[in-house]
């Protein structure tokens, strides 16, 4: 009962982390935000195999995507202290999008309530990669961002947690199959073992 509840909990928590994830690529691609793009999909993957792994009674590919989440929330902890500037980072910075364009997060131009500031047509930059930003917004992109990324932590730690149990279960239902002979071919050839015998004593019995 334990490990059916344990396992249908990791079920669910992967199925939301996929949403999740898949609603944050989306967001990611519309901002041109190239090195979240690469982490989010990634994580997409591993969460695919740690479902698998859990429908599947793999314990391999969860203890894959344990680790995986450890990393995950480590990464999710840097956006955070990009976004809200912490440790010296600038959330105006190009890091996220290796340099390759001059776009932000896109929820500075279409967070909740903002309204769209389109610069004068002299000011637009020669690549006319225009940046623009919003103004009166409710909720700025740095805390949409940061709130993101902490419901990907909130996630992953309950995930991790259920995910080492799940292994535990797995590992001593395994280790008690082995126990009552599961894997071992010793009954088996013992039971084919006394019929041969008893027929080669009879064979030789004195008349």
Same mark, same amino acid.
């Given at each position: 009962?334990?490990? &059916?509840?344990?396992?249908?909990?990791?079920?669910?928590? &992967?199925?939301?982390?996929?949403?999740?994830?898949?609603?944050?690529?989306?967001?990611?691609?519309? $901002?041109?935000? =190239? @090195?979240?793009?690469?982490?989010?999909?990634?994580?997409?993957?591993? /969460?695919?195999?740690?479902?698998?792994?859990?429908?599947?009674?793999? *314990?391999?590919?969860?203890?894959?995507?344990?680790?995986?989440? @450890?990393? =995950?929330?480590? +990464?999710?902890?840097?956006?955070? &202290?990009?976004?809200?500037?912490?440790?010296?980072?600038?959330?105006?910075?190009?890091?996220?999008?290796?340099?390759?364009?001059?776009?932000?997060?896109? +929820?500075?131009?279409?967070?909740?309530?903002? !309204?769209?500031?389109?610069?004068? @047509?002299?000011?637009?930059? @020669?690549? $006319?990669?225009?940046?623009?930003?919003?103004?009166? &917004? /409710?909720?700025?992109?740095?805390?949409?961002? %940061?709130?993101?990324?902490?419901? !990907?932590?909130?996630?992953?730690?309950?995930?991790? /947690?259920?995910?080492?149990?799940?292994?535990?279960?797995?590992?001593?239902?395994?280790?008690?199959?082995?126990?009552?002979?599961?894997?071992?071919?010793?009954?088996?050839?013992?039971?084919?073992?006394?019929?041969?015998?008893?027929?080669?004593?009879?064979?030789?019995? *004195? %008349?």
């Amino acid at each position: 009962m334990g490990c &059916c509840s344990g396992r249908c909990t990791l079920i669910f928590l &992967c199925t939301f982390q996929l949403v999740t994830a898949l609603e944050r690529q989306v967001f990611d691609f519309l $901002g041109y935000q =190239w @090195a979240p793009i690469l982490a989010t999909f990634t994580h997409i993957v591993m /969460v695919i195999l740690g479902l698998f792994g859990t429908i599947q009674y793999r *314990p391999r590919y969860i203890v894959l995507y344990a680790v995986w989440v @450890a990393i =995950w929330v480590t +990464w999710n902890i840097f956006i955070i &202290c990009f976004y809200l500037e912490v440790g010296g980072l600038s959330k105006d910075s190009e890091l996220l999008t290796f340099n390759l364009s001059r776009h932000r997060s896109w +929820w500075r131009e279409h967070g909740p309530g903002c !309204q769209r500031e389109e610069p004068a @047509a002299g000011l637009r930059p @020669a690549s $006319g990669q225009a940046t623009v930003s919003g103004v009166s &917004c /409710v909720l700025e992109h740095s805390y949409v961002e %940061a709130l993101h990324s902490a419901l !990907q932590i909130l996630v992953a730690l309950v995930g991790f /947690v259920y995910a080492c149990y799940v292994v535990s279960v797995f590992t001593e239902e395994e280790d008690s199959f082995d126990f009552i002979g599961g894997f071992d071919p010793f009954p088996l050839y013992h039971v084919t073992e006394k019929p041969s015998s008893l027929l080669f004593k009879q064979a030789y019995l *004195p %008349a």
